[in-house]
């Protein structure tokens, strides 16, 4: 399917048809996978096939890049070997002395490849709380080029106004780019609040089932910048591998199922865990009461299925409850079909400013009810 077919589509019809055909030569229904490193050159000296070496470009990554790009009305995507590959593509695109504002809360991966990778390089970088345009707007340098902002964030889903972030970073002639893993492009459409580049940790709701590790980029344009981010990919050669492009296409197929059934699963839990004496805050943008929750149900379609919570006490009593949990599932990482429960703060080091009685939930596909019942019988 053409991107030009599909934009007028549903989402739903986009997921399963984008970058999918049946095999010219087999007449397979579902999609090949191709593990060659290598294609056939002409007599003349020619690609006929369009594909040279695996590196630059592969079959199962173009049809993932494909539907990718087509999920988020972009004009193409770049698939990589892991989120923060992706991230890093970013990030080699720019030039030493180029200065980078990234929220206070944000995906630690991410301060740590600022402030242990590109800062030795030479990039400079503010750590702003972009829940506040006006703090936004007021770490704009002469040298800013990029506004990262993450919304929800990882892991305590502060809410970042993705269209007013826009009108900041392009007045002051710079990109914004939104890692939007945890809405997903069936959650928040990023580039059509103004967003030039949306980033994916497609390990996550892409994959859905725990078992690929991959990122990816879409943009609102082919312009100079992704021109750049294209020559990283394949020089550096973080891509992603054929099969992980190939669960993630597959697992493109069912996400817009996958993501209203963990909204409403997460609904539940949260408005479960809100309601909890034992629960000292329930952090869900879903709930009236979060601070975001005016400007997600602005820029949402659906609130996704991330909950965190803070249980009274120490990190000893989160930890406590964590270890009662029967279908959560103790584990970092999230997006599966599983629930998974993590206690962040172990996870991210002392340095971390995440609160130590936080207790991080992936809300899984499970029926909503045993999952409550869980929670209640850990929390007792
Ligand atoms: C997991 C995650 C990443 C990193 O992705 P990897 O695939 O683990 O490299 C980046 N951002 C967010 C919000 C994540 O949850």
Redesign the pocket.
Known sequence: MSHDTTHALHLETVAVHAGHAPDPTTGAVAEPLHLSTTFLRAPDGTYPSGYVYSRDRTPNRSALETALAALDGGADAAAFS??????AAVLQSLAPGDHVICPNA??Y??KKLLAQVFAPWGLEYSIVDTTDLEAVRAAIRPRTTLVWV?TP??PTLAITDIAGCAAIAHAAGARLAV?N??ATALGQRSLALGADLV??????YYGGHSDT???ALVTARADDLWERIRLVQSSVGSVAAPFDCWLVHRGIASLPCRLRQHTHNAEMVAAFLDSHARVEATHYPGLPAHPGHDVAARQMQLFGGMVSFQVQGSAADALAVAGRLRIFTQAT???GVESLVEHRKSVEGPESPTPDNLLRLSVGLEHATDLVEDLRQALG
């Open positions: 892991s989120g923060q590959a992706a991230v944000v995906y991966g991410t993450e964030s990882n890692d893993t945890w980033m994916y940790s497609t390990t996550k590790l991959s990122g990482s999230l997006g």
